[in-house]
C-alpha cells in the first residue's frame, strides 16, 4: 500500500521560506515521478512543480524560480524548497504519484503566508 506523508509546512513571513518534505513507502521511490500540489480556499489545485524517475524537473510559471523541488531515493523522500514566498502561496500543499492503476496522495500540509 503507497503511503505519502508531508512535513514542514508552518506560518512564514512574506519573503521567507519553507522547505515541505513527502516521505513515500510502499513503493519503488525511484521508479516514480513525483509532484507536489497546492489548493488554496475557494481555487483550483494547482500543480507546482514535478519530479521525473531520472531528476528532471518543472515548475508552473507561478513559482519558477522560486521554488526547487528535489528527491532523495536513499530517504524516498520528495522535497519542495520555497523561497521568497509570498501571501498568494497560501494554501494546503500535497504530493502525488501515479503508480497503476491509480494516483495516490499525501494528507496535505498547510503553508500560510502572512506578516
Known amino acids: 500500500q503507497v503511503q505519502l506523508v508531508e512535513s514542514g509546512g508552518g506560518l512564514v513571513q512574506p519573503g521567507g521560506s519553507l522547505r515541505l518534505s513527502c516521505a513515500a513507502s510502499g513503493m519503488i521511490f525511484s521508479m516514480y515521478a513525483m509532484n507536489w500540489y497546492r489548493q488554496a480556499p475557494g481555487k483550483q489545485r494547482e500543480r507546482v512543480a514535478a519530479i521525473s524517475s531520472s531528476g528532471v524537473t518543472n515548475y508552473a510559471d507561478s513559482v519558477k524560480g522560486r521554488f526547487t523541488i528535489s528527491r532523495d531515493n536513499a530517504k524516498n523522500t520528495v522535497y519542495l524548497q520555497m523561497n521568497s514566498l509570498k501571501p498568494e502561496d497560501t494554501a494546503v500543499y500535497s504530493c502525488?504519484?501515479?503508480?497503476?492503476?491509480?494516483?495516490?496522495w499525501g494528507q496535505g500540509t498547510q503553508v500560510t503566508v502572512s506578516s
Open positions: 502525488n504519484t501515479y503508480r497503476a492503476p491509480r494516483y495516490y
